[in-house]
């Protein structure tokens, strides 16, 4: 899904970091891509950054044009093409290169992104350096699956999950309701800590005229906005369901669907004839006057863990309907800061829909109490836990190595 690279955090934002702490992130994405999940990591690096902290970026190369940004900040892995997606590479397994790397420059703690080959690579170097390691779930493969038709895939593909997360010391996980349900699957040591939102560059002012002009809107049309891949997973129908029982209640409303995707050529044949914008992905402030320039913000999705447009599309004063779960149910009081609809009811969600066509007062009444509840998540205030989480499997770390040379000393060995 289209997302934003963060902007320059200010340094002065963040506490002093207790404790030097070196890092060793290992992402199968990260900027210039385009999606969720590169847009958080960045974040939280750039965040950890500017506590003091030594972060090491362990990623696929990209492309030939790639470069690290310094030999010791950025490590750069073979990878290949994922499927469907050819601009995204997959991380190719690499145990030994980064056993070495890690002998060389032993990071304190190893924090795993993605679960894929080279994920699975740094779980196998670390636990043969004896380094702490954490995670994260970011994935609802689950819910993916169902959609591509890879439902007979779910029971090996969670019991390799469990695997993986059971061998760290530490899963973390956006929501309380994903930990439940991780839990009740067999998977240990999860610890929710919230995604952040850049509350600066998502933001009600930059609502522009002229874009709404460009789109071909004045002030008085009802703009719905949608950002997010134009696939499967995003249960695209319903939005356009939804959108079509507005319509016959407010004629004026209109459609902007912001990304890309393998759908989009189909959905532009499908939506031919009714006023709907296709903006295509955009990124930076750019999306962020994408965002602001709308009015309601309609996600149909079912299978985020935890869906970080919500907060943006909130931290820019839209009024938002969403299914309730993930970062909604977290962030939205029921017909105060926006509109929940159960999960997987799509008609209750059609019917929150038509409140907001039938409603202005509604509308403008969310949109105001949306930026409220979005801001509570700033990037500081999560930096800072994700801060105390590492340091504690520091410790760990430390008192782990203390204990094994203790005993190989007792025992004779070198």
């Known amino acids: 899904m289209p997302q934003a690279e963060p902007t320059p955090i200010i340094v002065d934002e963040f506490a002093p970091a207790r404790r030097v702490l070196r890092l060793a992130f290992v992402t199968e994405t990260y900027p210039p891509e385009v999606n969720g999940v590169a847009a958080t990591i960045a974040c939280v690096v750039q965040g950890l950054r500017a506590r003091g902290h030594q972060v090491q970026l362990v990623r696929p190369r990209q492309d030939a044009a790639d470069a690290s940004e310094a030999p010791t900040a950025e490590v750069l892995m073979r990878g290949l093409p994922i499927p469907r997606y050819p601009h995204l590479k997959m991380g190719l397994p690499a145990t030994r290169a980064l056993q070495r790397l890690w002998t060389l420059q032993r990071p304190d703690v190893v924090h795993i992104v993605t679960e894929g080959p080279l994920g699975w690579s740094a779980l196998q170097a670390a636990r043969k350096l004896r380094l702490p390691v954490s995670s994260d779930f970011r994935t609802n493969f689950h819910a993916y699956g169902q959609h591509y038709g890879l439902g007979w895939l779910h029971k090996p593909l969670m019991a390799y999950l469990r695997k993986f997360h059971n061998r760290c010391d530490l899963t973390m996980v956006p929501t309380e309701s994903l930990r439940q349900q991780l839990a009740g699957q067999g998977l240990e040591r999860l610890r929710v800590v919230a995604r952040g939102v850049d509350a600066q560059r998502f933001d009600p002012a930059r609502r522009s005229a002229a874009l709404r002009a460009q789109w071909g809107f004045d002030e008085d049309t009802p703009v719905v906005l949608h950002v997010g891949r134009l696939a499967p997973e995003k249960n695209l129908g319903l939005l356009l369901q939804a959108v079509q029982a507005m319509r016959r209640i407010d004629p004026r409303v209109r459609l902007v669907m912001v990304g890309d995707g393998p759908l989009r050529a189909e959905l532009e044949r499908t939506c031919a004839g009714q006023g709907v914008v296709f903006a295509g992905a955009r990124r930076d402030e750019d999306l962020a006057t994408h965002y602001a320039s709308g009015d309601i913000f309609l996600f149909p999705s079912v299978t985020e863990t935890f869906g970080n447009v919500t907060p943006e599309a909130m931290a820019s004063g839209l009024a938002v309907l969403a299914y309730g779960y993930a970062a909604a149910a977290q962030l939205i009081t029921e017909g105060e800061s ?24 509604l509308v403008q009444g969310l949109r105001l109490q949306a930026r409220a509840a979005a801001v509570a998540l700033a990037w500081p205030q999560i930096v800072g836990e994700l801060e105390s989480a590492f340091e504690a499997l520091a410790r760990q770390g430390t008192a782990g190595v203390r204990a094994a040379t203790a005993s190989r000393a007792v025992a004779g060995l070198p």
């Not at 209750?348 to 907001?356: K, S, T």
């Open 338 to 361: 926006g509109l929940l609809a159960p999960l997987e009811q799509p008609a209750q969600f059609i019917a929150q829909a038509e409140r907001l066509a039938r409603d202005r007062a």
